[in-house]
């Protein structure tokens, strides 16, 4: 069935340091994707989405690169900041199915 | 703007009785769809609804419904909860498929 997937549950960065955290999704059909920030008590905040006619997207800070041939999604944050602490969610949206398919979450630390 | 808007934030209802959810979407958004998020399950998709009409369930018990109002606004209901309906509710609303959805601060629902 269809699923998004992340590599690790938990990532710990040094302060300033670029951090990445991964996403795999197995649904060929998928061509929309989104990353979002998680903090406690607080709803999934949107960071930066990309399509599937993409395979790179730059925002403030952060950059999403997606690879459609091993079906793989990245997040990169550069200088990573004590703010960015969080649970990151990688998201999927198939075409037609109106919802979307969360991966499990990275919880990302920040090192002072 | 104003964000996407749900209430109430918390709630603890008693097992066998019934709650209904609110979201309110950002001015000119159509569609909402409904999300549910657990530790052990993460965030899973409810139902999506646009212009009053649903146009996908995910995999939940009858006991969940929902509606949407020709404002847009939408409700969701669960009848006869179970103790493991408890869970974080979260509401999100797009203005069309591939343009991002906003997530609302949630819904906590805790039934004992």
């Known amino acids: 069935g269809e699923s998004v997937g992340l590599h690790l549950p938990t990532l710990s960065v040094q302060e300033g340091d670029n951090s990445i955290i991964n996403c795999a999704y197995s649904?060929?059909?998928?061509?929309?994707f989104i990353w979002y920030k998680q903090e406690s008590g607080k709803g999934p905040q949107f960071i930066i989405d990309?399509?599937?006619?993409?395979d790179k997207r730059q925002g403030q800070r952060v950059t999403v690169l997606l690879n459609k041939t091993v079906k793989h999604l990245s997040l990169q944050i550069a200088a990573t900041q004590p703010g960015d602490s969080a649970v990151y969610f990688c998201a999927d949206l198939a075409q037609g199915a109106q919802k979307l398919v969360f991966g499990q979450g990275t919880r990302l630390t920040i090192n002072p | 703007k104003a964000g996407v808007t749900q209430t109430p934030r918390y709630l603890i209802k008693t097992r066998g009785q019934q709650v209904t959810l609110s979201c309110s979407p950002i001015?000119?958004?159509?569609?909402v769809s409904w999300y549910q998020q657990t530790p052990g399950q993460g965030l899973q998709f409810l139902f999506e609804y646009f212009s009053e009409t649903q146009r996908n369930k995910g995999n939940f018990p009858g006991r969940f419904s929902g509606r949407q109002f020709s404002n847009s606004r939408s409700e969701m209901n669960v009848s006869t909860l179970e103790l493991g309906d408890s869970a974080l509710y979260l509401c999100?609303?797009?203005?069309?498929?591939?343009?991002?959805?906003?997530f609302g601060s949630g819904t906590r629902l805790t039934v004992v």
């Open positions: 001015s000119g958004h159509r569609s």
């Open positions: 999100a609303s797009s203005l069309a498929p591939y343009y991002g959805y906003t």
């Open positions: 990309i399509r599937s006619n993409m």
């Open positions: 649904n060929s059909a998928s061509d929309y």
